[in-house]
């Protein structure tokens, strides 16, 4: 087993990346500019700001920034604030329970999920997650996607994590918050063999059912079963902690549960981010609200396609 490596910020692969674009007169990736603008929405979404008040805030004209949130988003500024509202974040918790409670055709998935990505997981035994990852070999790389930089990590047997960051010292922080859950393991920075997870993960026409994406979950017992009814919550669609509890047969259990969905450790494919507040507020993240946001507008604009 080699020792823990220090954090290293790896470069991807161009061929394999997700469609992100650095068009020239962005000075950096989509994301960059549309996280300055989903977090002025955030704030002042009760105001309905115009155009162009969030175009200025972004630093473009209002032509330009329309067009670079529709390439990144797939729908309009005006559609991604809908998004983001009170009201459609209670509208997403619409019979919240009886979603965690529906029998799925094919594994965790069905054909009702016509925009999700479809999984196939397996979870570490009790044993095998109490080595703390003894054993264990893992490949990570840091790729572009739609929302920031990801911090891809796998195993042989698949995806055993993702996080994301906004480069510099958050994405070493990101990578040791990732490795740090498994210090007994071997890591090897490998951008070339993870990219091609990022490209499956983050590109919704390469979601397959015939193909599944294939993860591994290492957690307690408890905090896979968390996870796994988090991989039950279709696009479009939200769950409350309390749910999540009940369904589990633990209606006491709903703190614990909070803290099983904040510790998951593959971010967007075993979506904590569908978990909000009773009332609809979003609850926290553990990548930033902001990110939250941006991940629910997003879906949004999936499902209507």
Same mark, same amino acid.
């Given at each position: 087993?080699?020792?823990?490596?220090?954090?290293?910020?790896?470069?991807? !692969?161009?061929?394999?990346?997700?469609?992100?674009?650095?068009?020239?007169?962005?000075?950096?990736?989509?994301?960059?500019?549309?996280?300055?603008?989903?977090?002025?929405?955030?704030?002042?979404?009760?105001?309905?700001?115009?155009?162009?008040?969030?175009?200025?805030?972004?630093?473009?004209?209002?032509?330009?920034?329309?067009?670079?949130?529709?390439?990144?988003?797939?729908?309009?500024?005006?559609?991604?604030?809908?998004?983001?509202?009170?009201?459609?974040?209670?509208?997403?918790?619409? !019979?919240?329970?009886?979603?965690? !409670?529906?029998?799925y055709e094919v594994g965790l998935s069905s054909p009702a999920r016509l925009h999700d990505l479809f999984v196939d997981y397996e979870a570490m035994t009790p044993g095998e997650y109490k080595q703390r990852g003894d054993g264990i070999e893992m490949?990570?790389?840091?790729?572009?996607?739609?929302?920031?930089?990801?911090?891809?990590?796998?195993?042989?047997?698949?995806?055993?994590?993702?996080?994301?960051? !906004?480069?510099?010292?958050?994405?070493?922080?990101?990578?040791?918050?990732?490795t740090a859950r498994w210090p007994k393991a071997s890591f090897t920075a490998d951008p070339s063999h993870t990219g091609s997870y990022a490209g499956r993960i983050f590109t919704p026409e390469l979601w397959q059912e015939a193909d599944p994406l294939?993860?591994?979950?290492?957690?307690?017992?408890?905090?896979?079963?968390?996870?796994?009814?988090?991989?039950?919550?279709?696009? %479009?669609?939200?769950?409350?902690?309390?749910?999540?509890?009940?369904?589990?047969?633990?209606?006491?259990?709903?703190?614990?549960?909070?803290?099983?969905?904040?510790?998951?450790?593959?971010?967007?494919?075993?979506?904590?981010?569908?978990?909000?507040?009773?009332?609809? %507020?979003? %609850?926290?993240?553990?990548? %930033?609200?902001?990110?939250?946001?941006?991940?629910?507008?997003?879906?949004?604009?999936?499902?209507?396609?």
């Amino acid at each position: 087993m080699s020792a823990h490596p220090q954090p290293q910020i790896v470069s991807s !692969d161009p061929a394999i990346e997700p469609a992100v674009a650095t068009a020239g007169e962005d000075n950096g990736p989509d994301y960059t500019r549309v996280r300055r603008a989903v977090e002025f929405m955030t704030e002042n979404w009760q105001d309905q700001p115009s155009l162009e008040a969030i175009a200025a805030h972004a630093g473009l004209s209002p032509a330009h920034f329309q067009r670079l949130f529709k390439r990144w988003a797939g729908i309009s500024p005006k559609g991604f604030l809908q998004a983001i509202t009170l009201d459609h974040a209670r509208a997403l918790l619409r !019979d919240s329970a009886s979603v965690l !409670d529906t029998t799925y055709e094919v594994g965790l998935s069905s054909p009702a999920r016509l925009h999700d990505l479809f999984v196939d997981y397996e979870a570490m035994t009790p044993g095998e997650y109490k080595q703390r990852g003894d054993g264990i070999e893992m490949a990570y790389g840091f790729h572009e996607c739609p929302f920031g930089r990801a911090l891809i990590m796998a195993t042989p047997r698949g995806v055993s994590g993702l996080a994301f960051a !906004d480069g510099g010292e958050e994405e070493e922080a990101a990578l040791a918050d990732m490795t740090a859950r498994w210090p007994k393991a071997s890591f090897t920075a490998d951008p070339s063999h993870t990219g091609s997870y990022a490209g499956r993960i983050f590109t919704p026409e390469l979601w397959q059912e015939a193909d599944p994406l294939k993860i591994v979950l290492i957690g307690t017992d408890f905090e896979i079963r968390v996870w796994e009814a988090l991989l039950q919550v279709p696009m %479009g669609r939200a769950v409350t902690y309390s749910d999540i509890a009940l369904h589990l047969d633990n209606p006491k259990a709903s703190r614990a549960v909070g803290s099983a969905v904040g510790r998951n450790p593959i971010s967007f494919v075993v979506p904590c981010h569908r978990v909000l507040r009773k009332g609809g %507020g979003l %609850g926290g993240y553990h990548w %930033g609200i902001t990110r939250k946001r941006a991940i629910i507008g997003w879906e949004a604009a999936q499902v209507a396609a």
